[in-house]
């Protein structure tokens, strides 16, 4: 498609986009009583006008009922999960048993690595991405510790190629092929939070299984931004917020997904709790554990209904809009985007894009290695009215969502990029 660099043109694309209106189904920060451009989502995403019925709901049934709000009311409490879990699937790519929403992201981590990483004398290691968010390193790190060998032996980090941001596919498999029967686990982001390189989740899980080693993914940066067949992909688990790109509040419960193959393995490990006690035994008060026979078995304690309620209210308006509608609008975003960015970075290139050209790698997320002043350029941003992200040394991260982004915001980003670059 050929495009315009200008503000008409954006405004054109979004008269013609029929997923406009969903953008004044949320709340946006203003300044100096101006909607500000807010391209934060791959950080919080903003919240939906219908959170707060829904979070009131929930306080209703507590004022009305008490602990009876479990059994009693419209909608009780006990079933709650059942709103929510059927709204995943498309987005997850996952059978509904797969599905369990529980805790937060690394916590899930942690239980799911209690089952998925048991290594022996002689297959220990997991294989990761360079530059992990740090909270996946740590996790990685403990878990290595906790089982009695050296982080520094037992983790293999695959790195870019020398004078590169990315990594390659290639490298990957390699990797794991090198060190083979050594393997125990394969635990890559679905898409890298620095660079917002997609990673290729068949392939590696392809690659893991070939080895004898599992293959997990924290899908952060990936649940409600890029496609996902997470079940027919064959990974074994995977773990995500709901934060993000998911619009489920600061702090907000996760998800995560277990392959149907383990749901009823039970040589697998697990950390147990009442609430993943099969539902239909649960308020017996027995002291031997049924687990449910879902991805629910892995949760542990009493779902936070309020949490989960704001997370339902997300959901919603992702059902209504049609996922894959807004993965369509997602990628026009995107192809938009790249244009200006290419435009205002000639003659002469003033900023790097290390996010990955081609459509296929890269979800919402793009970010910019500024050549010069670059914190000074980050700085100015927000007093103009465009909320961006920075990474040192001298990156900006900006991610348009569909939901509630538009071409208009696009381009002036863009405009106001090369007025500051020029500057």
């Known amino acids: 498609m050929s495009h315009e660099y200008s503000l008409t043109y954006a405004q054109q694309l979004d008269t013609a986009d029929p997923l406009q209106s969903y953008r004044e189904k949320f709340y946006a920060p203003y300044l100096r009583g101006k909607r500000a451009t807010y391209f934060l989502g791959n950080s919080l995403g903003l919240q939906p006008k219908t959170t707060q019925e829904e979070i009131l709901k929930i306080m209703d049934g507590w004022a009305n009922f008490g602990v009876e709000g479990f059994f009693l009311g419209n909608d009780p409490w006990l079933n709650y999960h059942k709103h929510i879990t059927p709204l995943l699937t498309n987005i997850i790519g996952a059978k509904q048993e797969e599905i369990v929403t529980m805790n937060h992201l690394t916590v899930n981590l942690h239980l799911l690595m209690i089952s998925f990483y048991q290594p022996t004398a002689t297959r220990y290691k997991i294989i990761c991405e360079a530059k992990a968010f740090p909270s996946d390193q740590y996790a990685f790190q403990s878990q290595v510790k906790l089982h009695g060998f050296d982080p520094a032996d037992a983790i293999i980090e695959v790195h870019p190629k020398p004078g590169t941001e990315l990594i390659s596919t290639a490298d990957i498999l390699s990797t794991i092929e090198e060190h083979g ?43 409600g931004n890029i496609k996902l067949h997470l079940h027919d992909w064959n990974v074994d688990f995977a773990v995500w917020c709901n934060y993000k790109y998911l619009n489920s509040g600061p702090g907000a419960i996760a998800g995560a997904f277990v392959h149907e193959l383990h749901l009823n393995n039970n ?37 936070p209904l309020l949490l989960l309620a704001a997370h339902k209210a997300s959901l919603e308006i992702f059902e209504a809009a049609g996922f894959d509608n807004l993965l369509t609008k997602s990628k026009a975003l995107s192809e938009y985007l790249f244009f200006v960015l290419n435009h205002i970075n000639q003659p002469e290139e003033k900023f790097t894009i290390i996010t990955p050209q081609n459509s296929a790698e890269r979800g919402c997320q793009v970010s910019l290695s500024i050549h010069q002043n670059a914190k000074a350029v980050f700085d100015t941003l927000m007093p103009l009215g465009i909320f961006a992200d920075w990474r040192e040394p001298n990156v900006i991260r900006i991610a348009p969502v569909p939901l509630y982004n538009s071409f208009e915001e696009i381009f002036i980003f863009a405009d106001t990029l090369r007025q500051l670059l020029n500057e």
Request: glycine content about 8%; overall charge neutral; proline content about 4%.
């Open 267 to 303: 040589k697998l490990p697990r950390l147990e709790g009442w609430w993943g006690n099969n539902i239909s035994n649960r308020f017996k008060m027995e002291k031997s554990f049924t687990p449910a026979p879902t991805a629910e078995s892995w949760s542990m304690s009493t779902t």
């Open 181 to 223: 029967d050594t393997v125990a686990l394969v635990l890559f982001s679905g898409i890298n939070y620095y660079t917002g390189q997609v990673f290729d989740i068949k392939a590696i899980a392809d690659a893991a299984h070939k080895a004898g080693a599992y293959a997990g993914f924290d899908l952060a940066h990936a649940a």
